[in-house]
């Protein structure tokens, strides 16, 4: 899965990652409220000759595959192609670990409680780290049989859940994950992502490569409704061969409001819940001139929009009239961009990455087209023959060579 840059928002901090490097800036603050990491001068792990498999050891480019906050903001987390998982504290911003991770993380994690850290991978495990002992090595905690896309933890910390590439949603128990408390199971195409709704217990978002997004009752694993993206196209408005998996979701509680970042796509959906009814409520749709790499709600500000564009590599959007619109005028917002267009070369490996998830989609093979043309050609060959028959050619004189009895063809 081709990583592009990424964005993370807690509080007052905001993260924006790119390549190995990450910037992180408060967003109350200004001047020196800026913190650098680059995870190529992090510790490195031994070096290894050969796997498990006795062939040798892939190194990885150090790209950061995926980060996140803890919910109070104390902690922030990161992966990177390496295999390491890094861990920081933010106030002040520190370095606390790196440790080695078995496979290439896909997705993270924190438990409410902050006492750990949930790491999820390529081979479909989800492995455990602890946060106040930040040296302490990883358990492995529940598997799939294959790739897992995303996990999440409820905020009673009771329930995990993991979204797996075989359209399966797993509901375990945190205390004890081999434990299942239910699947949720609707989805054609890869579970993308998962997301808890915090304000509500007993509600969860996913999303697919199907191009749905489904709310569900995660405890009896109950769908209470869904919506494709698909239809909520302008009329004679063309996706061209891009498919809609949602690569972000990120919830605004003040208005109960959900944005959804389509891969490769520069659109935002917004979307409403509504609790009482259990329903999802269409309401906009935003576009932007550029390709939309990542976006996070922030409460106070509004709705950050990171893009592929140099001169405006944030935008901030917030509701005026009853519309999310873009603003311009903001102190706060010019500041970060200027911080990012100094540090613009961690964010120029991600102009070129392509669909994150275009690998993931099921293969089809169309086997009955060729079959059907070559048995076509087979019955003209037959029919040609059978006229030749029928039609003798004419002899060396020019007259109808006339067939022996033993020679006349037989009808079919």
Request: glycine content about 6%; charged content about 25%.
């Amino acid at each position: 899965m081709a990583r592009s840059a990424g964005l993370s928002l807690c509080g007052q901090v905001l993260v924006v990652r790119g390549g190995s490097r990450f910037l992180a800036a408060s967003l109350a603050q200004s001047g020196d409220s800026l913190f650098m990491y680059d995870c190529s001068a992090a510790e490195k792990k031994p070096p290894e000759n050969k796997g498990e498999d006795g062939q040798p050891v892939e190194k990885g480019s150090e790209t950061i595959l995926a980060s996140t906050f803890s919910e109070s903001g104390r902690y922030f987390a990161l992966t990177d192609d390496s295999k390491r998982l890094i861990l920081f504290r933010t106030n002040p911003w520190q370095c606390l670990s790196v440790r080695t991770v078995v496979r290439r993380c896909t997705a993270l994690a924190f438990t409410a409680s902050e006492e750990k850290v949930l790491v999820a991978d390529k081979s479909g495990d989800v492995y455990s780290f602890s946060v106040s002992e930040p040296q302490g090595h990883g358990t492995l905690e529940l598997g799939h049989l294959s790739m897992l896309l995303d996990v999440a933890v409820s905020p009673d910390d009771r329930y995990v859940f993991t979204a797996d590439r075989d359209e399966k949603i797993r509901v375990s128990w945190l205390a004890a994950p081999h434990s299942i408390e239910s699947f949720c199971l609707g989805h054609t195409e890869f579970v993308s992502r998962v997301f808890v709704v915090p304000d509500q217990p007993g509600l969860l978002l996913s999303t697919s490569g199907d191009a749905t997004l489904r709310l569900w009752e995660y405890r009896r694993g109950r769908e209470l409704h869904h919506c494709l993206l698909t239809s909520l196209q302008e009329p004679g408005e063309s996706q061209g061969e891009k498919r809609f998996a949602v690569s972000r979701i990120t919830y605004c509680r003040q208005d109960s409001c959900f944005a959804l970042l389509c891969d490769s796509f520069p659109v935002v959906y917004i979307f409403q819940l509504d609790a009482p009814q259990r329903r999802l409520v269409y309401k906009q749709k935003l576009t932007f001139q550029h390709r939309v790499w990542d976006v996070a709600f922030e409460e106070t500000q509004g709705l950050w929009v990171l893009q592929d564009s140099k001169d405006a590599p944030l935008v901030l959007c917030q509701p005026v009239r009853g519309q999310w619109e873009p603003v311009t005028e903001n102190d706060t917002l010019k500041n970060v961009c200027s911080y990012l267009r100094g540090n613009w070369t961690m964010l120029e490996g991600s102009a070129g990455v392509g669909d994150s998830f275009s690998s993931l989609y099921k293969a089809t093979f169309d086997n009955m087209t060729s079959y059907l043309k070559k048995k076509e050609e087979r019955l003209q060959q037959q029919l040609k023959k059978r006229q030749r028959w029928k039609s003798p050619q004419p002899g060396p004189n020019g007259h109808t060579k006339k067939l022996k009895s033993d020679q006349v063809p037989l009808g079919c």
